[in-house]
């Protein structure tokens, strides 16, 4: 069978439409974050006290495949033991 051509107006990025690599979509996500500061503030209003913290802030962030929000320690689940993760998540700060 052979496969129809794509129009090019169905297409972003170059990859067909409804589609975007993970890589796409963390690179929006992370732009967004940095140029929109990721939350909810005022103009002029003060958001952090002191300019300088007393230690660098790391992010990490943890993708794997085929594994849901659910499948470690630190959010609950009864067999699973992430012993690791848990005390990362233990001395961080959680999005789910």
């Given amino acids: 069978?052979?496969?129809?051509?794509?129009?090019?107006?169905?297409?972003?990025?170059?990859q067909p439409a409804g589609y975007l690599g993970l890589a796409a979509w963390v690179g929006i996500v992370t732009?967004?974050?940095?140029?929109?500061g990721g939350?909810?503030?005022?103009?002029?209003?003060?958001?952090?006290?002191?300019?300088?913290?007393?230690y660098p802030v790391n992010v990490v962030l943890i993708i794997g495949d085929d594994q849901g929000w659910g499948d470690f320690?630190?959010?609950?689940?009864?067999t699973i033991?992430?012993?690791n993760l848990d005390r990362l998540a233990a001395q961080s700060l959680v999005f789910t």
């Fill in 1 to 14: 069978m052979k496969s129809q051509p794509v129009s090019s107006s169905k297409l972003i990025w170059g």
């Fill in 31 to 36: 732009f967004g974050l940095a140029v929109g």
């Fill in 39 to 54: 939350g909810s503030s005022s103009p002029g209003q003060v958001v952090c006290q002191s300019s300088s913290l007393p």
């Fill in 73 to 78: 320690g630190f959010m609950g689940h009864p």
């Fill in 81 to 83: 033991r992430t012993p």
